[in-house]
């Protein structure tokens, strides 16, 4: 089992920057492949970016390319999303997940979650 734990959201305003944290426990994080998704009110969960065991191949959403960078210390057991020139479309609860070896851009393929933190981006 992996448990998730994600950490960094918050309120911040239009054009300011935020770095989330998905550190993990009871297993090394150095062989799964990790996601970040996010989900806000009335909507349905929405692919962020994942990158693969070692932190390659990372791959991001249509709506946070250029704005957002997945990375990874896996020597830290930890996992982060920095999002920079964030947008009040960006407020949302995140989530970390996990799956062996690749990430991919489907929330179904994920074996195990965190259970999200909240960022809000006022306008």
């Known amino acids: 089992q992996v448990q998730l734990v994600e950490s960094g959201g918050g309120l911040v305003q239009a054009g300011g920057s935020l770095r989330l944290s998905c550190a993990a426990s009871?297993?090394?994080?150095?062989?799964?492949?990790m996601g970040w998704f996010r989900q806000a009110p009335g909507k349905e969960r929405e692919f962020v970016a994942c990158?693969?065991?070692?932190?390659?191949?990372?791959d991001y959403g249509d709506s946070v390319v250029g704005r957002f960078t997945i990375s990874r210390d896996n020597a830290k057991n930890t996992v982060y999303l920095q999002m920079n020139s964030l947008k009040p479309e960006d407020t949302a609860v995140y989530y970390c997940a996990a799956r062996p070896v690749s990430g991919s851009r489907y929330s179904g393929r994920y074996d195990y979650w965190g259970q999200g933190t909240q960022v809000t981006v006022s306008s």
């Open positions: 009871g297993r090394p994080l150095s062989s799964y492949g």
């Open positions: 990158l693969n065991w070692s932190g390659g191949n990372p």
